[in-house]
């Protein structure tokens, strides 16, 4: 069974930046792509970006260019660079491997306790 552990939210000022890290466990015998997703209250959990093994990053339009996904291999860990928060970028952030089908994204595993980052002056 596959467990995510995503760590390094935090209160910051508009205009600040954070970085998010997603530890892995368990066995994966297949990767798609690793991915985060953010859930802001009374909204549905949304698709930020994701990661696949090639290297190769794709991101959610409202946060291309602020947002940036790394990771040492597909598995473990994976980080999420924020830079330039907005106050709209306020969620619960969760890591997960993901698919893509009918032009949506879906987590494949269960979900982690998630990680506050908070934007707020």
């Known amino acids: 069974q596959v467990q995510y552990v995503e760590s390094g939210g935090d209160l910051v000022q508009p205009g600040g930046s954070l970085r998010l890290s997603c530890a892995v466990s368990?066995?994966?015998?297949?990767?798609?792509?690793m991915g985060w997703f953010r859930q802001a209250p009374g909204k549905q959990r949304e698709w930020v970006g994701g990661?696949?093994?090639?290297?190769?990053?794709y991101y959610a339009d409202s946060v291309k260019g602020r947002f940036t996904i790394s990771a040492s291999n597909v598995k473990n860990p994976v980080y999420l660079q924020m830079n330039s928060l907005r106050p709209e970028d306020t969620a619960v952030y969760y890591c997960?491997?993901?698919?893509?089908?009918?032009?949506?994204?879906?987590?494949?595993?269960?979900w982690g306790q998630g990680t506050q980052g908070t934007v707020s002056s």
């Open positions: 990661i696949f093994s090639g290297g190769q990053a």
């Open positions: 368990g066995s994966i015998f297949s990767i798609y792509g």
């Open positions: 997960n491997r993901f698919q893509r089908s009918s032009g949506a994204y879906y987590g494949l595993d269960s």
